[in-house]
C-alpha cells in the first residue's frame, strides 16, 4: 500500500527511481511521482494514473536531471487519486520534498493549528501537513548547529507529535547529498550501494542494484547520504542496525515471457510447493521438522489452542488450517480475520497460541493482531513469504514460504505454499499428539505428488479457457464446496471478484439451502467443487438442488468420475490425492478459470481497480 523509492549517489536519480516506481508500483497504483534535487531546485513531476499513463509522460522529454531523489507510488487513503493528491509533498518554503506511506491519524488537528500559523495547504492529504510540520521544524534548526543535521532534527520533531503510522522519505535543497527516512508500522529498507544508497518501502525495487539492505524497525529515522547511513531511534537511545543479504534477483520479481505477474505465478506453484517442502519432511519419523518455530517439543505440547488470524487471501488458507490442524492434531483451532480479534478481546487461555499468516508481513490488521496477543504475553507464529519482513521479525517463531517475490495483487502462489506449510505443521503438530506414523506418511507420499500433479493441472488450460469465454458475461456467480474445499469456494471467489469484478459469493454448499438459493436461476453459474472425498454424496446432494433450480454447474472434480459428468454442465479435472490436499488441487482451476475470465473481459489482472497488494493501514 504505497511504494516510496529515493536514490542518493552519482547516477541520474530520475530513471531509477522510475525503474523502482515500476516494481513497486503493484503496491499503489492510483497516482505516482516523484521529486529530484536538480543543479538549481527541486523538480517535482507527478501525475493522476498507473505511472504508464501518467508519471512516464510527465518525465517526457527529459527527466529531471540530479543525483538524489525521492519516488512514490499511491494507494489513495486521504483525498481522491488527483495530480494535487499524488505525492511528493512540500513544505510551505517549497524547499522540502515529503513521501509517505501510512495514516496520520491526527493530521487535522496539525493542519488547523498549522493553518492558524498561516500554512496554506494544495491537497487534501494528511502527508503535506506532515511536510509543513517538518518545514516548521525545519526553519528552527536550519541555522542551529547539532549532532544531527537540521533536516533529521525536524523530522524527529515532527514525527514526535505524529500519531499514526509512517513509512517516509524527506529531501531537502539546502541538504542535496542526504534523504532522510523513518518508520512506523510502515516498512522501509535502505539499500546499500557502492558510492550510492537507497530507500525503499520494498526489496523489488531495489534488488536489480544492490542485494545488501537494512530493514529499518519502527521508530528509526536514518540519515542517508551516498557515502554513509546513521540510524536512531526515537524510543530506544540505540538503533539495532543490521545488514541483511536478499536471496532473490531481480529476474525474480520480473514477468519473463507471462502476459501477466498472475499468471506466472500461478505458473510457479509446481516449485512454490516443493520449496514449502524442501528440507521440512522427516522420513524417518514421519513427520514434519521446521527450523524456526523457537519452541521445544515440551513447548509445542503444551499447546492447548491456536488461534490463526489472517487478512483477504491468507484468512482463507487460515481456514483450511482449522480442518488439517484440528483433523491431525485434535487441537481446536479458531480463525479470526485479524482486524476483529484486536478489537473484540478474545478470551485467550494461558497455554494458547497466536499464528499469523501474511504474505507481505506487512498488513497492517495482521500486525496490529501479533502485537495484541504478544501484549497479553502469548507465543506468536508467523507463516510469512516476504523475508525481514515486519510480522516475521516481530513473532517469536516463524515459517518462511520461500515462494519469491510475488508481484499480482490477486494472491496465489503464496496461496498454495501456505496451504502445504499448514499441512506440514497439523503434520508436526498431530505427530507429537495423536496422528499415527501409516496416516501422516501417506499425507507425505501426497504432499511430494503434489508439485507434478500441479503441473498436470497447468499443462492443458484450453478448456478452462473455453469456459471462461462461455461464462465471462455472467453478472453473478456462486462457488460452493463442504469440508476441506469449503474454503477453497471462498478463494475461487474472491479470485473472480477482485480481477473480473463479477459479483462472486463463496458460501458452503449445505449452508445454500437455508437463504442464498434465493439467487439461483439460469444465468447464476455455481462453481461446484466436488472432490472424491468424504463429504462427496452429500456435496452431491447440494449440486442437485442447484441443478433442479436451473441454475448452470461447473463440478470440479476427481478424475475418473462418471457421474458428475451427467449432472454437471462442465467438468473440470484433478488428480486423485488424499482429502486433505484437494484445497491445493482445486485452487489450481479457480485461479486460471478467473484469470482467463478476467483477461476476457479485458481487465487490469496485475492491478484490479481499489486494490493494493500490501495493506499497510488498518
Ligand atoms: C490485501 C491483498 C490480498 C491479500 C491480503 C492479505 O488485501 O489485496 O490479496 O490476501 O492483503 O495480505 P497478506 O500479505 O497479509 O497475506
Redesign the pocket.
Known amino acids: 500500500m504505497c511504494g516510496i523509492i529515493g536514490y542518493v549517489g552519482k547516477k541520474a536519480a530520475a530513471p531509477i527511481l522510475l525503474e523502482g516506481l515500476r516494481r513497486l508500483e503493484y503496491r499503489g497504483y492510483d497516482s505516482a511521482g516523484m521529486a529530484v534535487l536538480g543543479p538549481d531546485d527541486l523538480i517535482i513531476r507527478k501525475r493522476k494514473g498507473k505511472i504508464d499513463e501518467g508519471l512516464a509522460h510527465a518525465l517526457k522529454p527529459t527527466p529531471p536531471a540530479g543525483h538524489l531523489g525521492i519516488g512514490h507510488t499511491r494507494w489513495a487513503t486521504h483525498g481522491p487519486p488527483s495530480d494535487d493528491n499524488c505525492h511528493p509533498h512540500l513544505d510551505h518554503t517549497g524547499t522540502i520534498a515529503v513521501v509517505h506511506n501510512g495514516v496520520i491519524e491526527n493530521y487535522d488537528r496539525l493542519k488547523a493549528k498549522l493553518e492558524q500559523a498561516g500554512h496554506m495547504f494544495c491537497s487534501a492529504t494528511d502527508t503535506e501537513v506532515l511536510a509543513h510540520l517538518i518545514g516548521e521544524y525545519y526553519q528552527k534548526y536550519r541555522t542551529q548547529n547539532g549532532d544531527l543535521n537540521p533536516l533529521t532534527r525536524a523530522v524527529i520533531d515532527a514525527l514526535r507529535e505524529v500519531i499514526g503510522t509512517y513509512g517516509l522519505a524527506v529531501i531537502c535543497t539546502e541538504h542535496p547529498n542526504t534523504i532522510v527516512g523513518a518508520r512506523r508500522g510502515s516498512p522501509l529498507i535502505i539499500g546499500i550501494g557502492q558510492g550510492e544508497h537507497f530507500v525503499s518501502s520494498d526489496a523489488n525495487a531495489i534488488v536489480a542494484h544492490t542485494r545488501q539492505v537494512v530493514f529499518l524497525n519502527d521508530y528509526d529515522v536514518a540519515t542517508v547520504t551516498n557515502e554513509r547511513f546513521d540510524v536512531v531511534n526515537l524510543g530506544t537511545d540505540t538503533a539495532n542496525v543490521q545488514i541483511s543479504n536478499l536471496e532473490f534477483s531481480s529476474t525474480d520479481a520480473e514477468r519473463g515471457p507471462y502476459q501477466h505477474f498472475m499468471l506466472k505465478e500461478i505458473f510457479e506453484q509446481p516449485r512454490a510447493v516443493e520449496n514449502a517442502l524442501r528440507g521440512r519432511i522427516d522420513f524417518e519419523g514421519a513427520t514434519a521438522r521446521f527450523g524456526g518455530l523457537n519452541m521445544s517439543a515440551a513447548e509445542l505440547r503444551g499447546i492447548e489452542r491456536i488461534i490463526i488470524a ?6 482463507h488458507a487460515a481456514l483450511v488450517g482449522e480442518y488439517l490442524i484440528e483433523e491431525f492434531a485434535h487441537l481446536p483451532v479458531e480463525v479470526e480475520f ?1 482486524h476483529e480479534f484486536c478489537y473484540r478481546n478474545a478470551p485467550m487461555e494461558r497455554d494458547t497460541v497466536l499464528l499469523v ?7 497492517a ?2 500486525l496490529a493482531a501479533l502485537r495484541e496477543a504478544k501484549r497479553r504475553g502469548h507465543r506468536t507464529l508467523a507463516i510469512v ?2 523475508v525481514g519482513s515486519t ?1 516475521a521479525r516481530e513473532a517469536d517463531g516463524g515459517i518462511y514460504m520461500h515462494a519469491g517475490p510475488e508481484i499480482g ?3 496465489t502462489k ?2 498454495v505454499s501456505t496451504l502445504a506449510i499448514l499441512t506440514l505443521l497439523g503434520i508436526h503438530l498431530g505427530r507429537m499428539r495423536q496422528l499415527s506414523a501409516r496416516r501422516a506418511m501417506e499425507i507425505i507420499r501426497g504432499l511430494e505428488a503434489l508439485p507434478k500433479q500441479i503441473e498436470s493441472i497447468l499443462a492443458d488450460d484450453s478448456e478452462l479457457r473455453r469456459l471462461a469465454l462461455k461464462y465471462a458475461k455472467a453478472d453473478d456467480f456462486f462457488f460452493l464446496s463442504r469440508g476441506y474445499t469449503f474454503p477453497i469456494a471462498l478463494e475461487g471467489a ?1 479470485k473472480l471478484k ?1 480481477i473480473s469484478y463479477i459479483h462472486a459469493e463463496g458460501y458452503s454448499a449445505a449452508e445454500m439451502k437455508h437463504g442464498p438459493i434465493a439467487l439461483i436461476e439460469p444465468g447464476t453459474p455455481t462453481v461446484f467443487l466436488v472432490p472424491r472425498d468424504s463429504m462427496y454424496d452429500k456435496t452431491m446432494a447440494n449440486l442437485a438442488m442447484i441443478r433442479a433450480r436451473k441454475g448452470p454447474v461447473i463440478a470440479v472434480a476427481t478424475q475418473g468420475d462418471t457421474q458428475i459428468k451427467s449432472v454437471a454442465d462442465d467438468v473440470i479435472y484433478l488428480p486423485e490425492t488424499v482429502e486433505p490436499l484437494y484445497p491445493i488441487l482445486a485452487t489450481i482451476p479457480l485461479q486460471l478459470l478467473a484469470y482467463h475470465i478476467a483477461v476476457a473481459r479485458g481487465c487490469d489482472v496485475d492491478k484490479p481497480r481499489n ?5 499497510t493501514v488498518q
Do not use: C, M, P, R
Open positions: 489472517a487478512s483477504g487471501t491468507s484468512w485479524a499468516i501474511s504474505q507481505s508481513g506487512e498488513t490488521d495482521t513469504n516476504v510480522i495483487v490477486a494472491s503464496a496461496f474472491l477482485e486494490l493494493a497488494k500490501s495493506v
